[in-house]
């Protein structure tokens, strides 16, 4: 049986971190809302469904038979297990969903450096303030991130290949994702911070090129980064 | 055993999450950086240790025995097996974890909206700023969370008077918080949100009657709101 991801059919997002567990696991899915205006009005209907079931608050959400899951780190806990894509002893499992929402906290701020005042506005509504807070994201908060997912690749007793273990988990697929977003976004400001985390940057090379993940990254099923979605590249935020 | 949980001494922040659950529980813990300038050494010493372990990016964390667990969100998933406040099977525990995440996101919004540029600056410094952010959050945000919450308490199949289930768990406790820290900061525009979500505001009521709740509420462990927080009340920002 097939997965069913639900997304924005225009972006990466939170979504493409779903996508690239999918993808190096080969497993097969469909993304329902890219496929046809009828997976996109499937997406909306789920999310507001009234009668019953546990409709989720936001895409991107995943089914799996009748089970649905929503919230990027709760399909990723989930799909770890499932595709063997974080480790199966508890304390390993939860210290991956930590890094794991710990990437998501960066990618919050990476999202709100161009949306200081709000999702609903514009960015040309809210560009001066998104100057103010880029500089202070460059500074202090990607080197910040990046220099501790360097000491945690340094500690990993089984070698600074992968977060966790000796293995590639969920929480190497999701580095790789913020560092490209980064990278796209912040191109002078990230090459400064990876220059201080080499061992975050090998893993990021590493990651494009697992053969299923570099087929992918070829494919028309990733998306290009674009000015619509988390990572946006506005030259006057970079620098 | 005692739990010790590791947190800001001066603030409810995200620490409140994991006091709740806690407390709720009748779960022995150490509040370890309130309790002393040595605990609050031991705190900032786990953070920065680089010889080996699974340090945390940031308070809030707990140590139970040996294992330390740091994320809101990861922490409760482990307390809510180890202390009951979850449900068993692992579609009920995926969809309580998904209901945390959510009230996750609106807390980081209802932060952001004081501190649109960023953490690291006074709220002084961003005080226009957080009045545009405010009205977006107030019109827009506040409604559509609570009227989400709403719906999952109209939508449970076991009653309305949980988010999950027939009884309480973490997630309920979280609800319980954030609409408490929103009321606190907002009082007028979540007593209007709160007027179009009445279920959501009666397990707000219950959640501060259950005995041991009740008890710490009044009990000098729980800390005020205060100005430093995550929820702040700036007069200019409510309306």
């Given at each position: ?10 972006i ?21 809302a ?11 209907a ?41 480790p ?29 005042i ?11 303030e ?92 990733r ?17």
């Amino acid at each position: 049986m097939s997965y069913r991801l639900y997304y924005w059919p225009e972006i990466q997002g939170r979504g493409e971190f779903i996508r690239l567990v999918l993808e190096e696991a080969g497993a097969p899915y469909a993304d329902v809302a890219r496929e046809s205006k009828k997976g996109m009005a499937e997406m909306m209907a789920i999310l507001e469904r009234d009668t019953a079931g546990r409709a989720p608050f936001a895409p991107p959400f995943l089914s799996d038979g009748d089970f649905i899951v929503g919230q990027t780190a709760a399909i990723l806990l989930y799909l770890g297990d499932k595709l063997a894509l974080s480790p199966k002893d508890e304390a390993g499992r939860l210290w991956t969903h930590q890094l794991q929402l710990t990437i998501a906290d960066l990618v919050n701020e990476a999202h709100d450096v161009h949306h200081p005042i709000g999702a609903v506005r514009y960015y040309e509504d809210q560009k001066l303030e998104a100057l103010r807070r880029a500089g202070d994201f460059r500074s202090e908060r990607i080197p910040k991130f990046l220099g501790w997912f360097e000491r945690v690749l340094n500690r990993n007793p089984k070698g600074s290949e992968h977060l966790v273990g000796s293995s590639i988990t969920y929480a190497d697929l999701s580095l790789f994702q913020v560092v490209d977003g980064l990278t796209y976004a912040f191109p002078t400001a990230t090459g400064r911070a990876l220059a201080n985390a080499p061992r975050v940057a090998a893993v990021h090379r590493a990651v494009a090129q697992r053969p299923r993940i570099a087929a992918y990254l070829k494919s028309n099923r990733r998306l290009p980064f674009n000015e619509k979605g988390i990572f946006r590249h506005y030259a006057e935020l970079d620098g």
